[in-house]
Structures are given as C-alpha cells and as structure tokens.
C-alpha cells in the first residue's frame, strides 16, 4: 500500500525561527491531512488538502500539497512554545484505509 | 459533551491474559479505528470499521481483535498472542472513510508485565 515518509524525525527550533517539515510518497496521493500531537495527549485533526498544488493557512502555518500530488509539506514561522508537539502527516486510500508518517517532533527553546 | 471516550487511561495487566479497551462515540460517526504508538514512533493502525457488523484489519492486526456491534461502540481486544502488547492505544473516528478527519480519544496506556 501507499505509504508517507516524514522528514526530519525531529527538529529543534529557536523560538522566533522558520522550519518546515515534509511528507513524501512514492505515489500518486488522493489526500494529504496533517494532525499535530502535544506531548502525552492525543492527535488533532489541523488540515486536510486534496488539489494538486493546494496552499492552506491556519496563522502562522502554512500547508502545501505538491503539483504531483507525491509530497506535502507544512511551514510553520515564527515558532512559540505552543508550538512544541509531533506532527503527522496522513493519507487515506479509497477503501477508507488511513496510513499515518512517522511523524516530526518539534522542541522549541526559549 | 459530544466526542469519543475511551477507558481506563491507564491499564496494567499480567503476561498471558487477554483485555479489553473500550471506545464510545456519540458523534454519530460511521468509521471507527484502533491505533498502537509506540514511544517516539507514529501510529499504526491494528483494525478499522467502516459500518456496524463489518471491520478490516489493518497493518499489525495480529494479536488483536475487534468487534462492532453498535455504531457507537468499537472494542478492542489484545489477546495473550500479541508478543509486545505494552503501548499507547488510540481509537478514532470519522463521519466516513476516505477523505474524512479523524477524532481521537484521549487513548489508554495499557502495560503488559
């Protein structure tokens, strides 16, 4: 089946800074939806793309579906504290059947 | 209070014997899910359910059963047959498959010793 890597596993952020985390597939996605995880609680539901090419923006986040439809990628700007949690992307097949990345933990320093 | 519940938090049980993870919805969702998180890994999903009376196994089904007999409702239990069975186990569901979000439950910690 269709599978999603995420890079980097982690990323260490300056409060203040940019970073961006990725998700890649071989193949050809018919979604892209992105959850973020705080530590010890439960994954939430932030985004879902579904065109080629799509920009999305929650504030500071900005969410983007490649033109190939193979990778996404979610940029987060001037990071806070809040922002600190793992981030997953997702992707469904037709039969309803989810397949989560690995996921990017993010760590903020004051 | 609409969402989903799941039960105990925490859960500890002894080699050899089977448990049951409780998951209840009232959001009225069609799709059901149970997912295994490991310390620092993503999630894996173990079975899902689309309807009541029907459910699919997902990529690490073995070890684990299900069962669907309400729309609200989707246990899971993890059998004496699942070799690590010490993880974070998260159900979710969704208004229906394919291209619809998925809500968590807060999850149960279940440790196997």
């Known amino acids: 089946g269709q599978q999603v890597m995420q890079i980097p596993q982690y990323q260490h952020v300056q409060e203040g800074e940019d970073f961006t985390t990725y998700c890649n597939s071989s193949t050809t996605l018919s979604n892209i939806q992105w959850y973020k995880q705080r530590p010890g609680g439960h994954p939430v539901f932030l985004i879902q793309l579904v065109k080629s090419g799509e920009v999305k923006k929650q504030k500071r986040l900005t969410f983007q579906f490649g033109e190939a439809k193979k990778n996404s990628s979610l940029h987060i700007t001037a990071t806070q504290t809040t922002d600190v949690g793992t981030y997953f992307c997702?992707?469904?097949?037709?039969?309803?059947?989810?397949?989560f990345g690995a996921g990017t933990q993010v760590v903020v320093t004051p | 209070d609409g969402g989903i519940t799941q039960s105990p938090k925490y859960l500890f049980r002894k080699e050899g014997q089977n448990v049951t993870l409780s998951c209840e919805q009232n959001?009225?969702?069609?799709?059901m899910y149970w997912y295994r998180q490991d310390p620092g890994q993503g999630l894996r999903l173990i079975y899902y359910s689309q309807i009541v009376n029907d459910f699919q196994k997902g990529d690490i089904a073995e070890g684990y059963s299900v069962s669907r007999e309400k729309k609200e409702s989707f246990p899971l239990t993890v059998t004496s047959a699942q070799k690590n069975p010490t993880a974070f186990y998260l159900c979710a569901s969704s208004i229906g498959s394919a291209t619809y979000e998925q809500y968590f439950g807060p999850g149960t910690r279940l440790t196997v010793t």
């Open positions: 959001l009225n969702h069609d799709a």
């Open positions: 997702a992707t469904t097949d037709s039969w309803g059947k989810f397949q």
